[in-house]
C-alpha cells in the first residue's frame, strides 16, 4: 500500500498515479485532502497546510473508484483537517467524522483517522463505518495504548509512519 498524500494536486494526476501504481501491482493507496504543497504533520511538529473542499475530495475519490482497473485495488481516504484551521476553530473533531461519513459514502474502501487521543478516535470509531485505520507513533500518547485497545474500539488497520526515522534520529 502506496502512501499517496495529496497525489500532486488535481484529479489528472491522481490518474496518473493510479495507474502507474495498479500497473506496478501495488495493492492500494490512500490519499488525502491536504491542499498542494503538502506539509507532513509527523515531520514539521504537526502543522498542517488546508484541505481542499469536502466536494472537491469526493469528487477525487469517485475517479478513482470509476478509473480503477483492478476492483481489488484498495482506496484509503484521510482526513487532515487535525492541526488546520478546524482545530483552530475547535471544530477540527466534528469536521474530521463529517468528512470521514461523506468519503465513506462516496466509497472509499477504508477511513485513515487521526487524533489528538484515543478518545478522538473512540468518537470516530462509533460515527464512521469502517473498515477503519489510524496511524500510531511509539513517541505520542497513542503510541502507549495496547495495540488490542484499539481493534476493541473499532480499527481494523494500525500504521507506524516515520518511526524508523524517528528511532534513527533518536
Not at 511509539?138 to 524517528?166: A, C, H
Request: hydrophobic share 40%; net charge negative.
Amino acid at each position: 500500500i502506496v502512501d499517496g498524500e495529496a497525489r500532486f494536486g488535481n484529479v489528472l494526476n491522481l490518474m496518473l498515479s493510479l495507474c502507474d501504481l495498479e500497473g506496478a501491482g501495488v495493492a492500494g493507496m490512500h490519499i488525502d485532502d491536504q491542499v498542494t504543497p503538502i506539509k507532513c504533520p509527523w515531520l514539521i511538529g504537526g502543522l498542517s497546510s488546508a484541505v481542499i473542499s469536502q466536494e472537491e475530495m469526493v469528487g477525487k475519490i469517485k475517479s478513482v473508484l470509476d478509473n480503477r482497473q483492478d476492483p481489488d485495488f484498495l482506496l484509503i481516504v484521510r482526513s487532515q483537517v487535525l492541526n488546520t484551521e478546524y482545530d483552530r476553530q475547535g471544530r477540527y473533531l466534528t469536521e474530521q467524522i463529517n468528512r470521514a461519513q461523506a468519503y465513506k459514502k462516496a466509497g472509499a474502501d477504508v477511513i485513515l483517522c487521526t487524533g489528538k487521543s484515543e478518545a478522538d478516535l473512540r468518537t470516530v470509531a462509533q460515527e464512521v463505518p469502517g473498515p477503519l485505520m489510524t496511524h500510531l507513533s511509539p513517541y505520542s500518547p497513542k503510541g502507549k495504548t495496547p495495540f488490542r485497545d484499539f481493534f476493541d474500539i473499532g480499527y481494523q488497520i494500525l500504521t507506524f509512519p516515520v518511526t524508523l526515522l524517528y528511532t534513527a534520529v533518536k
